[in-house]
């Protein structure tokens, strides 16, 4: 490995304990107690640590060691990512495991982690040991580790194969937090640098990806350089399941409001509200008059999948108006499959005009009403309640913010 290589890679758990025991400590001794470790391991770590990054992350000094700016940085995080790991320790206790599972988070290692992490997404421990880059035997004996330190079995057989129990499924979704903790640590300490590298991982609901993330991902790229965006789009409930999971850092897209889980937090960007849109040409149409609600209803409808928001404004907004529900020949998730159908024959959509700003544009959809009564919905930015943003996620959102101010002036030159 040459130097830039070792300083590229990762600095190992082992290592990271010893920079945030040393950075609450302030000094070696104390932080070799914390560890149950001895002083010349605790400094050996220290020099391994800032050898890796190439950055100093201690002043010493007569009275002790004080991080620096950039020590700071990366204590806090692997704090952060240690209290998970605690709190996976605290839950496999309580599902049956001894007191002495609290230890996990002051023993596990990178490749543990690593290996559960990729044995859930692989049907095998071969596809996963390849994926990670070692032996089969070598992915075995580390979750056979892990387990040691879970105190209780984290795999089950079925008809299928094996697969995680519910103990860990625990333990991954707390490890997987706790390793994106550690890489957003990595990621700001190679800023210091002038590297590049940062990611910021986005899930987009489909009204948000049409107009809204796209001009946001510009800004974001354009106002910071070597950033790197991944968009994932899906329900809102395939979304949750990613943030909770550290998959994505935010999702983008309608609020849940007063229905949302106590454990996300959102922010309003905007009110949006629906509109009746058909194709160019449409029967509806052809007198000069906006079609009323009544005279749509008469006409095939998209509808939006069952038991989300949209759903509930498109059956309230049929019942306040006291006109029976319209025939809906299809429900669909898809902004794509919406237009395309509106495109091919009468079908009339409930949507945000942001989805089909494009199309009304360029003559080929048009608002068959305004912006209708009752359909008011916040549109922004869902997080976990306790994330704590990476500066590359701090650039995405503010590009967001500036996109949906944007948005928010088109639709009212409009």
């Known amino acids: 490995m040459t130097r830039n290589e070792e300083n590229d890679a990762p600095v190992p758990l082992r290592v990271l304990r010893a920079v945030a025991a040393v950075a609450e400590a302030g000094g070696v001794t104390r932080a070799a107690s914390m560890l149950h470790q001895s002083a010349s391991s605790v400094t050996r770590a220290i020099q391994e640590a800032e050898a890796r990054l190439g950055i100093r992350l201690f002043d010493r000094g007569a009275r ?9 940085i990366l204590a806090l995080r692997m704090a ?11 839950g496999l206790r309580l599902r049956g495991a001894p007191v002495s599972v609290m230890a996990l988070p002051r023993l596990v290692g990178d490749t543990s982690l690593a290996a559960l992490a990729l044995r859930a997404e692989h049907a095998t421990e071969d596809a996963a040991a390849e994926a990670l880059g070692i032996s089969q035997s070598a992915l075995h004996q580390a979750l056979r580790r892990l387990e040691h330190l879970a105190k209780l079995p984290l795999f089950e057989r079925t008809r299928v194969g094996t697969r995680l129990n519910e103990s860990g499924r625990w333990l991954l979704l707390h490890a997987r937090r706790a390793v994106a903790e550690i890489r957003i640590g990595h990621e700001e300490l190679a800023r210091w640098r ?11 609901l489909p009204m948000a990806g049409d107009v809204l993330v796209p001009r946001a991902a510009a800004l974001a790229i354009g106002a910071e350089a070597g950033l790197s965006l991944t968009i994932k789009g899906g329900t809102y409930e395939a979304l949750t399941e990613m943030l909770r999971a550290a998959d994505i850092d935010f999702m983008v897209g309608p609020l849940r409001g007063s229905a949302l889980a106590a454990d996300l937090i959102e922010e309003v960007l905007f009110v949006d509200r629906f509109v009746a849109v058909v194709r160019a040409g449409h029967p509806l149409l052809a007198r000069r008059r906006r079609p009323s609600l009544r005279r749509m209803s008469a006409y095939p409808w998209v509808g939006p999948l069952p038991g989300t928001p949209a759903q509930r404004v498109f059956d309230r907004l049929f019942a306040r108006a006291g006109i029976a529900m319209p025939g809906v020949s299809m429900q669909a998730h898809s902004t794509a499959v ?14 945000s005009p942001l989805q089909v700003r494009a199309e009304v544009e360029a003559g080929l959809l048009v608002h068959a009403s305004g912006p209708l009564a009752g359909t008011e919905r916040g549109i922004g930015i869902t997080q976990r309640r306790d994330a704590l943003a990476s500066s590359a996620c701090v650039v995405a959102m503010e590009a967001l913010r500036q996109a949906a101010a944007e948005a928010i002036g088109t639709s009212c030159d409009k």
Do not use: F, P, Y
């Open 194 to 204: 002038g590297l590049g590298g940062r990611r910021v991982s986005i899930g987009s």
């Open 80 to 90: 952060r990512a240690t209290a998970l790991l605690r709190a996976a320790a605290e």
């Open 64 to 72: 002790g060691m004080a991080a620096t700016a950039a020590g700071e």
């Open 338 to 351: 919406v237009r395309s159908l509106l495109l091919s024959g009468d079908h009339v959509a409930l949507v």
